[in-house]
């Protein structure tokens, strides 16, 4: 199975990145959580998403959606040496 994709836009002080509780829990079962942002990609593994948790209060959905609490992550891009790049993609 892949890991969950999302790509965000904003960054909280330009370090933090949210993402929605149900997006965590979607992402636990998909074994994973890639974020994308700018250009840069950060890889989140199932260990580290099994210990993030939601906090603060309930927001409302503006659109008719789920009701979600925020999870919020620092944003710190994968170091990819771009001279591997292709390496093991054969």
Not at 10 to 27: H, M, P, Q
Not at 40 to 57: A, C, F, K, S, Y
């Amino acid at each position: 199975m892949l890991m969950l994709t999302l790509h965000k836009s904003k960054l909280f002080k330009g370090t933090v990145v949210s993402i929605r509780d149900y997006e965590l829990e979607k992402a636990k079962q998909c074994g994973g959580l890639v974020i994308t942002h700018n250009g840069q990609t950060m890889t989140i593994g199932l260990d580290r998403l099994n210990i993030l948790e939601p906090v603060g209060q309930l927001f409302k959905s503006k659109i008719g959606g789920k009701d979600y609490r925020l999870v919020d992550i620092r944003f710190k891009a994968d170091n990819i040496d771009n001279r591997q790049k292709g390496l093991f993609n054969d």
